[in-house]
């Protein structure tokens, strides 16, 4: 009696698994939906680039669709969780909730993989006498109140990515608040404010021009795109990694074959030559993990928010 029992389970077991696989092998047989922002935006490009590479792989079109930002997470959330219906947003989309109420959850999604990782940079102008981040930290801990830094808007990367440097570091770096990053970073140049950590592509031609001096990129490792500038986490700050992530999701309950399967394709786009080269000129670098990785570093990186804007009092009025 129990022989046959454990018998049946098992062979129920296998079913369940050939099944699997089968759904699988057949996903998809349709159109895969990519929902993205405003297009020409790194966010659109990025979901472009991979969609075209992915289509021939799954054996279906993927078709990218640009919807108002506001919109997309109450479509992804609302849509069937079947892998047809997917949305590529970057770090913003699971901040913003902890700075405001938003009409979502990031409960109702789960993440397909990370697409691309851009390091920011920790800059000072030329004007101020350090050379390193430890040169700044003891800089600042001697002349408190006296530095500024640049950011824009409440909640928006320059500002957080500095709120934590401040935090860390232990100084008191004063707040001076832009429209938006680019003109914080025209006050950066004229000296108008001595200190910026923003993302690196803007400003690598200003250093490259002496405009601005880079004391450290804030990944966890040296970049390729940065070759040469030390690491925060070696330079002063360690665990200080601030990056800005581009993640392809699904709605919550999209079934394990079909996160399998888009993942699998999207990873091997990913890690094609051609592609993490045409990355790397737009000044990022590829991930393309698993689901599971991606999750892990999204909450990690949620908690580390959290705790900035609790600490730092930073509200969205």
């Avoid at 530095?147 to 232990?170: T, V």
Wanted: with cysteine; glycine share 8%.
């Amino acid at each position: 009696m129990h022989t046959r029992f454990i018998m049946t389970c098992s062979a129920l077991a296998a079913m369940l698994v050939a099944a699997g696989g089968s759904l699988a092998q057949n996903y998809p047989t349709k159109p895969v939906r990519v929902l993205t922002g405003t297009p020409g935006t790194s966010v659109d490009i990025a979901a472009r680039i991979v969609g075209q590479g992915a289509s021939p792989l799954l054996g279906e079109p993927v078709i990218v669709e640009n919807r108002p930002a506001g919109l997309i997470p109450d479509i992804l959330a609302k849509a069937q969780p079947d892998g047809y219906t997917t949305a590529v947003a970057a770090t913003t989309f699971w901040v913003t909730p902890l700075l405001q109420k938003t009409n979502y959850d990031m409960k109702d999604f789960t993440p397909v993989t990370i697409l691309t990782s851009a390091p920011n940079l920790i800059v000072v102008h030329p004007s101020v006498p350090v050379k390193s981040v430890k040169e700044l930290i003891d800089y600042a801990k001697a002349n408190p109140g006296k530095l500024n830094y640049g950011s824009g808007p409440i909640g928006g990367g320059a500002h957080l990515a500095a709120a934590l440097l401040a935090q860390r570091a232990g100084v008191n770096i004063v707040r001076v608040a832009y429209a938006d990053s680019g003109p914080a970073l025209n006050g950066t140049l004229s000296g108008e404010v001595q200190v910026m950590v923003w993302s690196a592509g803007p400003m690598v031609p200003h250093i490259a021009s002496g405009k601005l001096r880079a004391l450290a990129v804030t990944t966890a490792k040296p970049t390729p795109l940065l070759p040469g500038i030390p690491t925060a986490n070696d330079s002063g700050l360690p665990g200080f990694e601030v990056t800005t992530l581009v993640v392809l999701f699904a709605p919550a309950k999209t079934p394990t074959p079909a996160m399998t399967r888009l993942n699998q394709e999207i990873v091997k786009v990913l890690n094609s030559p051609d592609i993490k080269e045409r990355f790397l000129g737009m000044g990022v670098e590829v991930v393309g993990d698993t689901s599971q990785d991606a999750s892990t570093r999204i909450r990690d990186e949620t908690e580390t928010w959290a705790k900035v804007i609790k600490d730092s009092g930073v509200k969205v009025e």
